[in-house]
Nanobody, 126 residues
Framework: QVQLVESGGGLVQAGDSLRLSCAASGRTFGTYAMAWFRQAPGKEREFAAAISQSGGNSAYADSVKGRFTISRDSAKNTVYLQMNSLKPEDTAVYYC???????????????????WGQGTQVTVSS
């Protein structure tokens, strides 16, 4: 089992950058594929970005492709989401997710993740 704690959210202006962090507990972080999802007010939780256990494969939602970058640091048991050129429509609670998977597998749907963090709020003003 793994526990996930997100941080790094905040209030920024359109065009600014933020880096979210997700710290994972336990010694098995290296066996998990990871992802970021987000949920805007009144909307369903949606996929944003995912990275494989190996770190060698990633996937992005079309809405964030070219602006967001997901990465992981196994030495720190942490996954990051670098968000550049933020837009008001990026405003949401951002959730970190994990599931056991080896190699280059990436998951992009909610139901494929077993572990979730509590979320961190990102607000982008226009």
């Amino acid at each position: 089992q793994v526990q996930l704690v997100e941080s790094g959210g905040g209030l920024v202006q359109a065009g600014d950058s933020l880096r979210l962090s997700c710290a994972a507990s336990g010694r098995t972080f290296g066996t998990y594929a990871m992802a970021w999802f987000r949920q805007a007010p009144g909307k369903e939780r949606e996929f944003a970005a995912a990275i494989s256990q190996s770190g060698g494969n990633s996937a992005y939602a079309d809405s964030v492709k070219g602006r967001f970058t997901i990465s992981r640091d196994s030495a720190k048991n942490t996954v990051y989401l670098q968000m550049n050129s933020l837009k008001p429509e990026d405003t949401a609670v951002y959730y970190c997710a994990a599931n056991r998977a080896l190699g280059y597998v990436v998951y992009t749907t909610l139901g494929q993740y077993n572990y979730w963090g509590q979320g961190t709020q990102v607000t982008v003003s226009s």
